[in-house]
């Protein structure tokens, strides 16, 4: 268990040392997600152990949104006078995403189909 999370914590570990010596603009647990990810798609699967301790912390995952939380009570009012920017960011990345999402759902659908059992418009 402890290994695992050592696993998990020096990926994020390098993916912020990655982002401070490029200086590239993605945060640095993005990027080591990615690392994480490559290297489970070279490895073919995350072991035994992994799955356990990616598991328990997504069952404690709210306790991380508390300090997010805590910072829009902070800027209450720094919010109020940008609602009208925030609402529009956040309708148009929300409009983006699922087009995007759509679109690649389409792409993989026709990538994957093989025309095997599948009835179009029916």
């Known amino acids: 268990m402890i290994g695992a999370l050592a696993t998990l914590l020096l990926f994020q570990l390098a993916g ?8 590239a603009p993605v945060p640095g647990p993005v990027v080591g997600m990615a690392l994480l990810v490559a290297a489970l798609a ?3 699967g995350p072991g035994e152990i992994l ?16 300090p997010a939380g805590t910072g829009v009570m902070v800027h209450a009012a720094r919010l109020g006078e940008e609602a009208v920017a925030v609402i ?11 087009a995007v999402a759509a679109s690649v759902f389409v792409l993989v659908a026709r990538a994957t189909d093989r025309g095997e059992g599948t009835e179009r418009g029916a």
């Open 42 to 44: 070279v490895r073919r």
């Open 88 to 98: 529009v960011a956040l309708v148009v990345s929300t409009a983006l995403t699922i």
């Open 51 to 66: 799955p356990g301790v990616a598991n328990g912390l997504l069952q404690h995952l709210a306790l991380l949104f508390v």
């Open 16 to 23: 912020e040392t990655i982002v401070r010596l490029t200086g």
